[in-house]
């Protein structure tokens, strides 16, 4: 008989397997340092969570406003998202985003911001993966082929 929760953690297990760094492809010209983006984090995170049954779906999504600014954060995104997977297993997953709205940055934009960062390390820690310098990862001319 199946068990539907330990179906996912294998899949999972599995996807986590399956992950490969994730080249830093963009650059943050304001700040000047290179990052992994959104678009590569989701790009492989995809591959690897679809190709095992497994879907990450957002479930709340909602902000707190500080009462104080702290780091340049006027609210906080708090977010849970379910992972499910097809033989019918679940985990739900909770986390926190600072929304920092900043010049050139209005409250809209940052709180889209903080969306795409926390689902972007939210599919990093899932899947345990690296983010490296263009042409560092071990892996890379092997999966460029």
Not at 89 to 96: A, K, R, T
Not at 112 to 123: D, E, I, N, Q
Request: aromatic share 6%; glycine share 6%.
């Amino acid at each position: 008989m199946s068990n539907p929760q330990a179906d996912l953690y294998a899949a999972l297990s599995r996807a986590q397997a399956r992950a490969r760094a994730v080249e830093k492809d963009a650059r943050n010209q304001f700040h000047k340092y290179d990052y992994a983006s959104a678009e590569a984090i989701l790009h492989e995170s995809k591959e690897c969570l679809t190709s095992e049954g497994l879907a990450v779906i957002p479930s709340k999504l909602f902000c707190s406003p500080l009462a104080e600014q702290w780091q340049g954060a006027v609210a906080m995104l708090n977010a849970t998202w379910i992972v499910v997977h097809a033989a019918g297993g679940s985990l739900v997953i909770e986390g926190s985003w600072p929304v920092i709205p900043e010049k050139g940055r209005p409250y809209d934009k940052a709180l889209a911001a903080a969306r795409t960062a926390s689902l972007g390390y939210l599919l990093r820690d899932l899947l345990n993966l690296p983010r490296v310098e263009k042409g560092t990862d071990l892996d890379a001319n092997e999966r460029d082929q």
